[in-house]
């Protein structure tokens, strides 16, 4: 390994057949028509269960229209077999296919017009009786349906568009003074569908979908999973600033700085990466003077999904503005609680629906019993709704498991716990005001940001709008990327940090204690999580030696009370996992201030 810890990493690229089967999943999804329902996913388990009860007379069904295409294709007439059993039925085709196949030599290879080999249905008179058995014939139940045609996503084109490689692309920037915001600056092609975020440049729509899925997914040292520039690469640089966690492919240094330049950077220590270099140009490889408002636009924009604005609701003069009413689903340790007593807001019910234990006796002791937990949001009906109602405010994020691409056992948006998000989506609609009523009324939901594309537009369909994205980063001392959809005022204005918010790790540490870097990565669940860089350091220097970050100063980094989480003689482990699920509390508080002009206050 070099000075720098030049690394081999998996490939990005998925085989053909892979993309198929995604292809296949979401053509269903994505052919729903608007306002789709929650029906299509209860018929979907309907068949599911009744495949497994049924495959046995599904495969003897299935037998005979095969055969009788196997018949037209042989161009040849088998006698009927009265007999039930599959195999005799097949017999005479097998003793036939044994005894022939006599070769035609090239004359048998060319086509030829209204032949039995060129039509489904031959009109052979001596096919006929065949060709009305298998059209009287019906289906088999569950025979899989043919596959559409299509191009790759990568290598489908308009036909005035031109393929560059990225070599090409380079030359044509560098000699022919080509603007570089033409091409896609991960794989070439011209015609560009967006921007890069970070970088000058253009991304085509599939590199961009592929920097939507994974910008944000880290491996265990801490470090992006993949090349900042192509979301690609299997040798990547790992930056040496402590505080960044980039990664730069060899491919991209070589072809997009200059030959040479990835041999270059192994001979520095530390190397820094093109975000943290002194912005000016590198070959063709640019850093965006604005990058960070970018970033933020390219998470928003989607031109595949256009929505009609959220509903604008005016403010409500001072005198007029009474206590809010929310429901919380997956409320975990009651962040939307905390933060809105912080505001000053006066709430009137905090209804939340949590399963855990731990979470609700955070809940609880914390805020003195003034929450109503009502359990499993699966168990709650219209009926609760009605009587527990109106709401003013609606918030939750469903759990993450099966959407998180980092998860590579997770089951999709429809399956496992990634179905949970249906049920915010079905009491979501319960909520909301009926025809005539007129009052504010708004929502929120939230998820990660490294999920499938096709769940994120899925999700983005059900809801009616796009998501944004907010970093904790720019208000805390932690990475935190999340999806935020909703009709919040003001949801996608800049993120500005406080006077309250602790923004170096320095900060959040108890006295004696020295940081050793000034941000941490995203804080999961995952003990390893607490560690950082290529070394995989403990955070923390206190008496000479590593030590990792003590509870208190995981609650000051999320932007909790100190001891908020230490009720019932919960360990460390239990809870650094109720904070790993939790919201980071200074993007909560800049997401439902200006919620102040709506609801009465203390």
């Known amino acids: ?22 292809w296949d999943s979401c053509s269903e999804v994505s052919s729903l028509p608007e306002g789709p329902r929650l029906e299509l996913m209860e018929q979907d388990s309907k068949d599911s269960a009744q495949s497994s009860a049924t495959s046995t007379s599904t495969t003897e069904t299935a037998s005979q229209p095969e055969y009788n295409l196997a018949s037209i294709r042989a161009e040849k007439t088998f006698s009927l077999c009265d007999s039930d059993n599959p195999e005799d039925q097949v017999k005479p085709m097998l003793d036939w296919a ?56 990568c290598k489908a084109k308009t036909a005035s568009e031109d393929i560059y490689s990225r070599e090409q692309m380079v030359h044509e920037v560098l000699k022919n003074h080509r603007s570089i915001e033409e091409f896609c600056l991960s794989c070439g092609k011209t015609r560009a569908a967006t921007f890069h975020p970070l970088f000058e440049g253009g991304l085509c729509q599939t590199c961009k979908d592929t920097h939507l899925e994974i910008s944000y997914m880290y491996d265990d040292d801490g470090y992006q999973s993949y090349c900042t520039v192509c979301c690609g690469g299997r040798e990547l640089l790992l930056c040496g600033n402590a505080n960044c966690c980039r990664c730069f492919c060899v491919d991209c240094l070589d072809l997009l700085v200059g030959a040479g330049a990835s041999n270059s950077a192994r001979d520095l220590d530390p190397w820094l990466c093109y975000m943290c270099q002194p912005r000016q140009q590198y070959g063709v490889l640019k850093r965006r003077h604005d990058w960070s408002l970018k970033l933020q636009e390219f998470f928003v924009n989607d031109n595949g999904q256009e929505f009609e604005s959220p509903k604008i609701y005016p403010a ?12 919380s689903l997956f409320d975990g ?20 629906s949590e399963v855990c234990e731990d979470s609700i006796s955070v809940g609880v002791v914390r805020h003195e019993g003034k929450i109503k937990y009502v359990h499993d949001v699966r168990n709650i009906t219209r009926k609760n709704i009605a009587e527990w109602g109106p709401f003013d405010l609606v918030i939750g994020g469903s759990p993450c498991n099966d959407l998180s691409i980092v998860n590579p056992a997770r089951k999709g948006l429809y399956e496992g ?41 899925d999700i983005s369909r059900f809801l009616e709008c796009n998501p944004v994205m907010i970093d904790a980063i720019e208000v805390s001392a932690a990475h935190r990327a999340r999806y935020f959809w909703g009709n919040l005022p003001g949801m996608n204005r800049p993120l500005c940090a406080s006077g309250m918010d602790k923004l170096e790790l320095q900060d959040c540490l108890e006295h004696g204690r020295v940081a050793k870097f000034g941000k941490v990565r ?9 560690k950082q860089g290529k070394d995989q350091h403990f955070p923390v220097i206190m008496n000479g030696k590593e030590d990792i970050l ?17 009720v019932s003689n919960m360990g460390r482990g239990a809870r650094q996992k109720l904070l790993g699920r939790s919201w980071s509390v200074p993007v909560i508080r800049h997401l439902f201030a200006p919620l102040k002009d709506y609801f009465a206050c203390e």
């Open 1 to 22: 390994e070099s000075v720098n810890s030049m690394r081999r990493k998996r490939s990005l690229k998925r085989s053909e057949s892979e993309y198929d089967s995604v």
């Open 98 to 153: 044994h005894s022939g196949f006599l070769p035609k030599g090239k004359e048998g290879l060319k086509p030829r017009e209204n032949s039995a080999e060129c039509c489904l249905f031959p009109a052979a008179p001596e096919s006929g009786m065949l060709q009305a058995q298998l059209l009287e014939s019906n289906p088999p139940e569950l025979a899989p349906s043919a596959k559409r045609s299509r191009l790759s996503l």
């Open 316 to 327: 409500v003069p001072a005198e007029q503005r009474r206590p809010i009413r929310v429901l």
């Open 333 to 352: 340790i009651a962040t939307g609680y905390l933060v809105l007593k912080d505001l000053g807001f006066k709430v009137d019910m905090y209804i939340a």
């Open 417 to 457: 716990t990634g179905r949970l998000f249906f049920e915010f989506y079905r009491l979501l609609s319960e909520a909301k005001p009926k025809e005539g009523e007129d009052r504010p009324f708004f929502w929120m939901f939230e998820n990660v940001v490294a999920m499938g594309v096709n769940d994120k537009r």
């Open 522 to 530: 995203t804080i999961t669940t995952r003990s390893n999580s607490i």
């Open 550 to 566: 003590w509870c208190t100063e995981l609650e000051r980094i999320f932007g909790f009370p100190v001891h908020y989480t230490d």
